[in-house]
């Protein structure tokens, strides 16, 4: 299933970046492909940093912080604080109040990448409904 996802993933950042060619080379504001390709590509390394995040604990969150940050597994904190790995957003998973599993780069960058897919989807519907409307006038004149 990982293996279908991630390529997936790769496949989406490749047409992402075909279609912001294909947008580029004319005008690019003027093309709403290459919006279309600005978000799928920004949709995409969203989703990709939201499964570094999601899975920085491993399969085993007990193991890895004692083996690999050489610290103690601090279940009842966990427990009070909610940073168990469940959220889906903010991600939180943490060993203890001192050592995050999740990297501090994960969360911000999941949020730039997001309003940045919104923003270019905005965008071109906009020079879409722009293009339409502005097409229907010169029609009926």
Known sequence: MFNLVFAALVLAILAGLLMLRRGVRRRWRMQPIALVGAALTAGSFSVAVWGVGAFAGGVDVRETCELNHHTNYDQAWRDRT??????????????????????????????????????????????????????KKLVSA
């Not at 959220?87 to 998973?93: D, G, T």
């Not at 060993?95 to 780069?105: D, F, G, K, M, Q």
């Not at 997001?114 to 409904?129: D, E």
């Open 82 to 135: 909610g940073a168990d790995g469940t959220s889906l957003f903010p991600l939180a998973n943490a060993c203890n109040e001192h050592i995050s599993l999740v990297p501090a780069w994960v969360n911000p960058t999941i949020v730039v990448l997001a309003v940045l897919t919104v923003s270019a989807l905005a965008l071109a519907l906009f020079r879409i409904a722009y293009a339409i409307v502005h097409r």
